[in-house]
């Protein structure tokens, strides 16, 4: 049985009085609960009733929670599968030849060439983060979950790419540099693909 839209304006408003942030999960709570009150009363009980019941069964908390990370789950399987992408490739290499052409040029040492490499890969995610927030595109998970899996997968990195580490293990500086380099580049350009689709499914909304 369909609900009409007095019934889904009910829903709506009732939804509208829990704590949700993210205004996708918002519509998503809302189609679930609407589509489990519609099976209720396919099942004989007038609206008020399952709609109560059907309110009952879903924890908003739990329920944001469960979407927020499938949608971080999603969003990092989505960078690992950006590698196979030819155009995001080719824009890390080139990211990662400007920034070794300028560090080959600066004759700085590669120690701090690669702490300064990350403390800027995090500085210029965040601007991004604070630019994103200022066009209240915060409010959807999706964009958000975007730039936040970058952070994570950047964070799992770190270990992997520690200069001490690599030192010890036999690696060359160079390498290391080689290898840090075209792990942030690669990072930086997916995320930022990936975070741009997610804004462009909004406008076409």
């Known amino acids: 049985m369909k609900l009409n839209p007095e019934q889904l304006e009910t829903i709506r408003l009732e939804l509208s009085k829990v704590k949700i942030y993210y205004t996708d999960i918002q519509d998503e709570l809302l189609d679930h609960v609407a589509s489990e009150t519609e099976q209720l009363m396919q099942e004989g009980m007038d609206f008020n009733t399952a709609f109560s019941q059907a309110a009952q069964k879903v924890n908003p908390e739990k329920f944001q929670m469960d979407v927020l990370i499938a949608s971080h789950l999603s969003k990092i399987k989505s960078i690992f599968k950006s590698l196979v992408e030819p155009m995001i490739f ?47 595109l915060m409010k959807n998970s999706n964009v958000v979950a975007s730039w936040n899996s970058s952070w994570l997968v950047f964070c799992l990195m770190l270990p992997a790419t520690n200069f001490d580490l690599l030192i010890s293990l036999g690696c060359a500086p160079k390498t290391i540099l080689g290898i840090t380099t075209l792990c942030i580049s690669f990072l930086f350009v997916s995320g930022s693909t990936i975070t741009t689709r997610e804004v462009q499914k909004l406008k076409t909304v």
Request: hydrophobic residues 65%; charged residues 15%; without cysteine.
């Open 90 to 136: 080719i824009k890390s290499l080139l990211l990662a030849g400007l920034i070794l052409a300028f560090v080959h040029g600066s004759g700085l040492e590669i120690p701090f060439v690669i702490k300064w490499m990350k403390i800027s890969f995090m500085i210029l995610v965040t601007l991004l983060i604070l630019m994103t927030f200022k066009k209240k």
